[in-house]
């Protein structure tokens, strides 16, 4: 997950924009602010930490939301190391606290209803869970589910595992070639 510190044209589009595009392809837009972490790097946190209570929830929330599939989930592109890097070096203090508290929630939820942690959940029940914290944040401009989902979306699509093998990025791509079947570039066409 290390980003680019190269400039845009040294090798056609910079890490930024390939963020932007994907985030449109997505239809996912990212805090501002953050995007200008990705240029800067995940430095070695400097601030708070999550408890281990917390990352285990932060962990199984993040593969609900991008899940392994024939595509790598959060987990295995290193979503909540992310994530934990993010709150540590780069959240405001008022989205520590919205991604705290909304992680307090989540877990006094996943008591009450089933007297467990979010973490020790079903897929079904974690499912069911944070479906309702997104319908009860619905029409709000910012609650903890947007601030989650926008961070684990942000975590997967810079990840450099997502970039190679399921984007598909090519730094260098070559020179141009107009009109070649996509047979030749092998069947994808946001490569050529």
Same mark, same amino acid.
């Given at each position: 997950?290390?980003? %680019?510190?190269?400039?845009?044209?040294?090798?056609?589009? $910079?890490? #930024?924009?390939?963020?932007?595009?994907?985030? *449109?392809?997505?239809?996912?837009?990212?805090?501002?602010?953050?995007?200008?972490?990705?240029?800067?790097?995940?430095?070695?946190? +400097?601030?708070?930490?999550?408890?281990?209570?917390? *990352?285990?929830?932060?962990?199984?929330?993040?593969?609900?939301?991008?899940?392994?599939?024939?595509? @790598?989930?959060?987990?295995?592109?290193?979503?909540?190391?992310?994530?934990?890097?993010?709150? %540590?070096?780069?959240?405001?203090?008022?989205?520590? !606290?919205?991604?705290? %508290?909304? *992680? %307090?929630?989540?877990?006094?939820?996943? #008591?009450?209803?089933?007297?467990?942690?979010?973490?020790?959940?079903?897929?079904?029940? !974690?499912?069911?869970? *944070?479906?309702?914290?997104?319908?009860?944040?619905?029409?709000?401009? +910012?609650?903890?589910?947007?601030?989650?989902?926008?961070?684990?979306?942000?975590?997967?699509?810079?990840?450099? +595992?997502?970039?190679? $093998?399921?984007?598909?990025?090519? @730094?260098?791509?070559? #020179?141009?070639?107009?009109?070649?079947?996509?047979?030749?570039?092998? $069947?994808?066409?946001?490569?050529?």
């Amino acid at each position: 997950m290390t980003p %680019s510190s190269a400039s845009p044209g040294a090798q056609g589009i $910079n890490r #930024r924009e390939a963020i932007r595009r994907a985030a *449109l392809l997505a239809g996912v837009a990212f805090a501002p602010a953050w995007l200008s972490l990705v240029d800067r790097g995940v430095a070695a946190a +400097q601030g708070p930490a999550l408890s281990a209570g917390q *990352l285990a929830d932060v962990r199984a929330a993040a593969e609900r939301i991008l899940p392994r599939t024939d595509t @790598p989930g959060a987990i295995d592109v290193g979503v909540p190391a992310f994530i934990s890097a993010l709150y %540590s070096g780069f959240m405001s203090d008022a989205e520590r !606290q919205m991604l705290t %508290s909304g *992680l %307090s929630r989540l877990d006094a939820a996943s #008591r009450s209803a089933h007297g467990t942690t979010f973490a020790a959940l079903t897929v079904a029940q !974690q499912n069911a869970l *944070l479906r309702g914290i997104a319908v009860a944040e619905e029409g709000q401009p +910012q609650g903890f589910f947007r601030l989650f989902r926008s961070a684990t979306i942000l975590g997967y699509f810079t990840s450099e +595992q997502v970039g190679k $093998n399921v984007l598909h990025y090519d @730094p260098n791509p070559g #020179r141009y070639d107009a009109c070649v079947p996509l047979s030749e570039v092998g $069947n994808r066409n946001w490569t050529t």
